[in-house]
Nanobody, 123 residues
């Protein structure tokens, strides 16, 4: 499995917005389900959102539903996470992941990962 590359993280005030991107240089993930996870200091990696291969199905963690939107552009080989109404508790390193076999909320079902991008929300 090839490496994924996240971008778009940064520092934002509470109530603000950020858009994360996940690209896959040198490979295509059109047949993969894709997901976003996040990990805050001292906490386990947690599910944020998942999107199926075509983009027709999505699922979100309750803590972000209604504020975050996952999408993908298979022609550009890129996945996105639009994050609105950000809260300090959204502060974490955000990771994108790909799976050929699972449409899942569990990190163990994903075998391609990015290095992560830091999102910091100030109060």
């Amino acid at each position: 499995q090839g490496q994924l590359v996240e971008s778009g993280g940064g520092l934002v005030q509470a109530g603000g917005s950020l858009r994360l991107s996940c690209a896959a240089p040198g490979r295509t993930f059109i047949r993969d389900a894709m997901a976003w996870f996040r990990q805050a200091p001292g906490k386990e990696r947690e599910f944020v959102a998942v999107i199926n291969q075509s983009g027709s199905s999505t699922d979100y963690a309750p803590s972000v539903k209604g504020r975050f939107t996952i999408s993908r552009d298979n022609a550009k080989n890129t996945m996105y996470l639009q994050m609105d109404s950000l809260k300090p508790e959204d502060t974490a390193v955000y990771y994108c992941a790909a799976s050929k076999n699972y449409y899942s909320n569990y990190p163990r079902n994903y075998n391609s990962w990015g290095q992560g991008t830091q999102v910091t929300v100030s109060s």
